[in-house]
């Protein structure tokens, strides 16, 4: 069975029902909002969720999206964008799912939190004086062992 759907701009869609049911042949379609990552943030969904997950996405958006639903999260990937990525041309693309699920868990593990200059400059002060402790701290120890022996 067809089913023919008019989108607002005026264009329609026809989709075949049999390739959206469930296990039970049920086809159900409901009216549902896309919304961004960091809008969704805070937000406890009824049903199940869908992200098209981008290479951009770090693990803070990926623990946000995948835990936003009641029930299932479900995250589609392209594969080419983890093939380009990592530089793999069309024709050399990964052998195996298993690579780019890899890649993947890579991809939701880090963070790529962003740190303001500032941060920096304290970060190198800090590193600084923790250095030129530890050289003072040395010295005094040297000095403490001479005038032991």
Not at 45 to 62: K, L, P
Not at 92 to 101: G, I, Q
């Amino acid at each position: 069975m067809l089913l023919t759907i008019a989108l607002d701009d005026g264009r329609t869609v026809t989709i075949k029902q049999s390739e959206y049911c469930d296990d039970e042949k049920r086809f159900h379609v409901v009216q549902a909002y896309a919304s961004t990552v960091y809008s969704a943030q805070g937000t406890t969904i009824d049903g199940d969720t869908f992200t098209y997950y981008s290479t951009a996405m770090d693990r803070s958006a990926s623990y946000v999206e995948g835990s936003r639903a009641k029930d299932k999260a479900w995250f589609f990937v392209n594969g080419q964008e983890l093939d380009a990525q990592c530089g793999k041309s069309e024709s050399e693309k990964f052998s195996n799912k298993a690579s780019r699920l890899d890649l993947l868990a890579r991809n939701m593990k880090s963070n790529r939190h962003k740190v303001m200059a500032s941060e920096y400059l304290d970060e190198l002060a800090n590193d600084d004086f923790e250095r030129n402790s530890e050289k003072k701290l040395g010295a005094s120890k040297e000095q403490e062992v001479s005038t032991f022996l």
